[in-house]
Nanobody, 123 residues
Framework: QVQLVESGGGMVQTGDSLQLSCAGSERAFKDYAVAWFRQAPGKEREFVAAVDMAGRTAYFGDAVEDRCTISRDHAKRMVYLQLNDLRPEDTAVYYC????????????????WGQGTQVTVSS
């Protein structure tokens, strides 16, 4: 069974930090890159960050590149997204995705998706 469950979202203020977590089933994480995307109201889904299967190589979207880290813990089957210096424009539903053979920024390459966790940043 493939399962991805995001957690850690909430309402924060400008300048705060937040760590999002993605818990995955073995099938969801094994042998795959894992990524985070986000979607704000009225906008298309946007790439945030991705980490390769080994957890050694990461990619970041332009909007968060200097404020974001991504990491994974294979033993716990967890992927973490640390967001710093949050801004109102970071407000979105954040989705965890896996199932990509290669680490990619393209959402169509990811087979499995979680339900998302809401992040709201107030000014």
């Amino acid at each position: 069974q493939v399962q991805l469950v995001e957690s850690g979202g909430g309402m924060v203020q400008t300048g705060d930090s937040l760590q999002l977590s993605c818990a995955g089933s073995e099938r969801a994480f094994k042998d795959y890159a894992v990524a985070w995307f986000r979607q704000a109201p009225g906008k298309e889904r946007e790439f945030v960050a991705a980490v390769d299967m080994a957890g050694r190589t990461a990619y970041f979207g332009d909007a968060v590149e200097d404020r974001c880290t991504i990491s994974r813990d294979h033993a716990k089957r967890m992927v973490y997204l640390q967001l710093n210096d949050l801004r109102p424009e970071d407000t979105a539903v954040y989705y965890c995705a896996s199932g990509a053979i290669v680490t990619t920024t393209l959402e169509q390459n990811y087979q499995f998706w979680g339900q998302g966790t809401q992040v709201t940043v107030s000014s």
